[in-house]
Each structure stands twice: as structure tokens, then as C-alpha cells.
């Protein structure tokens, strides 16, 4: 499917990356942007990759609306952007509500559950990219079929396509890779704060290395994007942290039974796990 | 104090750097090792360092002992070194313990307890480098008269001297920004493969990003050195522990309980920690 007529919902930086991507490919595709920030709008239409940007939903027609908002506002248009596209495609990070409420509003064979994987440190269609997807994964849903539509086409922005079984399972990895790792930076950080207060240090950031640097990095982010995200996948992030608990509590039990072999065990299980997570593997097809 | 007859204890990465650093500043300076390990003594031997490597100690009389072995071998041979040299300098990464012992032996004015937190990816004499110490942050212990002592020798190797008050705020500062950040580095890695066995995914490494691999990265370090320093530090890393605990059961109450706003409480504290921590300080003098 080469999709003609398009409607992106959100000129944000995903959405308005996606307009000039699609229209860098073939300037004869009709791009509209939806976006209720006024200043959004302005800096949308600066780039020149919409037909026109709309502080609502046009009263028109489309082969594919993308839903490039936040996930609460997605589920918020679904119905909306649906009455007025053939396919609905939406970009947000968390997939199960989303996919939940398309198949309660009968989209089974027209909504298209997706998640590109991409971004850079700005915010806003100013910092829009037509390159921002290449070579960068956008993980599509196996169960529905409209993914397998518009596969093709995604793929023709030169973005490395993924494929998770179902919307449960991509929330779960992104538990795993993106969302839970978040929360141990964050703890990571706030831990060594507890420790400089219990010592009354001021900090001891004169003392940090690489290592400190990496693992507490991701706790700088703003947290906008994070509090929702999180909420939303708050059931698959909520069994990483009772992992990650359990394995903070048998740490704990090794250094007070003061049982080496044991916190080995523990240290080599995760050099294991690395180790494998660090070797290219195949998607769980 | 410029010290003129050397005696190196553990002849590896670090005792063989230090021996061609004091080298490469002064010829003119005698220095001899000793090292357990056969091939070790031949690696060491190559790099022209040493006036001789002996396989224990010599009967001979130093200025300085410098302990670069590991923290269990150097509390074993403390006593031995002081017999020897009219300063003894470890340069261990734990220092409550050593210093307790140090005390024992009526050490105090001739022990100079110090952590140059400076390495590579190598092991052992070859991987060597008279600069290695270069830019690197060198703790001493304040309440330790021969660090004072050693001070002015240890900077000319153009290494950052940093002062730390007591053995005790020196581990305490090693949990925060080291040892416990390790173990952080580990347990994200093991939620991350229990999240997936949990899906019945082999392993999501193909949605990996920077963020992944950064705080997990740690966890691939083989732990040869890692167990017994955290053993040796347990105290200090349980305390580290136990705030990582407290913030992962208060994440895990704002997902269950849907409370956005102290989710963004936690998030926004950890912040402003990281802000602090990034940039410049001083020491806690």
C-alpha cells in the first residue's frame, strides 16, 4: 500500500520527522497536519512538508491517519481519525490500551498498532528530521493485519523493521529495555544521593567515573514524556520492578550471610545475560 | 618526601604502572618488585621497571612499600611491608578495613592509605602504562598522616589528588559511585531477562538502544575483583541497597495506587540529584 492522502495527527517531532519523510520520498503525496498548539502550527507549517495544518480535525477524507500524540490523547482520537481514514496508524511507546480500545471500536483490520523507536534531544516539529527514522527499529504488531500492509511502506523510509507477537508482548519488552531501565537510573541516582546524605557529603561527583555516568544518565531526562508512559505501562513495568527487587533483596542476603559463592552466582548470571543480550538476535517469530 | 628505595607488592596492572611512572620521572630511583606468579614476574621483568621481581619478600630495606594487591592479600602482608619500608601505601579500592588493621599494628603515622581510581581493560605487568595514573582522581585519607606526606609525590605523576576524610567516607563514597552502581548495573540487567523468560521471548536484544546498553553495561565485567570488594564493602553497599529498595517499593506503590503525581515527585528528585551531581564540586573539606 503506497499510501496518497495523509493525515497526521500531532506535528510534534515524530509526527512532522514522518511528514517530510514521506513527502522527501514522493512530493506528489498530500500531507495535513492536525495540531491544537498554535505555535506548533506555525513552526509546522514552516517546514513546508504539510498541504495545510489544522487546529482540528478537517472536515476531509484520507487513506491513513497517524496518531504522532501522546498515548492518552491517541485513545482520546481513535474514533475520530477513524471515521475520516481508511487505516489508522498510530507511534505511541505503549501498545495494549490502545490496542484494547480499537478492537472494542470494531478497527481489528484498520487500526495499525506501531511504535518507531526514534527521537533526538530536541522537542517540537523544529527539531523535525526526514532522516530521523533510518536505520533506527519500528516495531509493528504481528496480529494485525494493517501492519502488514503498510509494512512496505515503512520500510521505504529506510527505518529497520521489527515485528512483536502481540501488544502484551511489546509492552513487556519495552518494560525490559526502555521503561524499566529508566526507573533503575533513577534509582541508581537517588541511591547514591541517600548515601552522600547519610555520610553528610555534599555530593561526590568529584569521585564519579564512566561507569556512574552511564548508569545514572537516563535520570536527567525531563519527566513530561516519562509519568505518562510509565503509568500507562504501569502492569509490565510494575513485574520488572518486583524483579529487580528480588534480585536487590538476594544481594542483600549474600553480603549479610557474607556468602561470596553465592553473590558470584548472581554477578555471573547477569554476565551471562548480557553477554547474550549482547549478541544480534532474531526477533521471537 | 621523595622517596628513593621502592618496594612494589603485586607486580599487575597497577604496581607495574606505578613502577614505570616513578621510573619514567626519576631513572635514578630503585625500584624492586614482588609477585606470586610466575608469568607475572617474566611480564613484569620485560617492562625494564623493576631492579628485580622476587617471587616473596626480600631481605632488604625501603623507603616505601606500595600494596597493589588485591584488599585480603594486602591486610595479610601489612605487617610484613612495615618490617620493611619506613612508609607503607596501599592502594586498594575498599579502606575501612586495612585502616582498622593499620591502627593495630600501631601504623598510624607510617600507613598511607590510598585509591587511585585509575584502570584499562587489560590485566596484569603487559597491560602496564607509566601514564595511567594521568588526569586520574587519587584518594587519600585526610586523617592519615603519610598521605599528607605522600601528597606532593603522588601529584607529580600528574594524577587529581582528592581528599576524602575518614576510611569510612572513602567506602561510603565507593558505594554510591561505584560498587553499588555496579550491582544497579546488574539488576537491570536481571529484570530484564526475567521480563523476558516471562514472555517467553529468547532475549529482546534486537529493541535494545543506548539507554539499554549504557546502564547495563556494568554487568558484563567478569567479577574476579568485583566479590570480594563487594564483600569487603558490604556495609556501605548494604546501606546503598537498602535506598534502592526504599525508591523501588515507593515506584512501585505509585503504579499501583495510579498516583501520577508522586511518580513525578520521584522522577523530578532524581533530577535535580543528577543536575547536582554533573556538575563541578569540591571536595567535602
Redesign the interface.
Known sequence: MQPQRILVVGCGLIGTSMARAIRDKDPDVLVDGVEVSHRHRALARETGAYRHVYASFPDDTYDLAILAVPIQTACAVLAQAAKQASIVMDVCSVKASICKLAKEQGLSLRFAPSHP?AGNSGQGPASSNESLFQGQ?W?LIEDWPACKTLAPWIVSFDARL?W?KTA??HD???????H?????????????????D????????????P??R??????????DF???T??EN?Q??????????????E??RC??A?D?EA??R??????T????????????L
Open positions: 523507536m527499529p516495531i521489527e512483536v502484551e508482548q513487556a519488552a519495552m518494560a525490559a529495555v526502555s524499566g531501565i529508566h526507573l533503575m537510573s533513577i534509582t541508581a541516582m537517588l541511591a547514591a544521593a541517600v548515601e552522600a547519610h555520610s553528610h557529603a555534599h555530593n561526590w561527583s568529584f569521585l564519579t567515573g561507569g556512574f552511564d548508569v545514572t544518565r537516563l535520570s536527567q531526562s525531563p519527566h516519562w509519568v505518562p510509565l503509568m504501569r509490565a513495568v510494575g513485574r520488572y520492578l518486583m524483579a529487580a527487587k528480588d534480585t536487590i533483596m544481594l542483600e553480603l549479610e557474607e561470596s553473590l558470584g548472581v554477578l555471573s548470571t547477569a554476565k545475560a548480557k553477554d547474550e543480550w549482547s549478541t544480534p538476535s532474531h526477533p521471537p
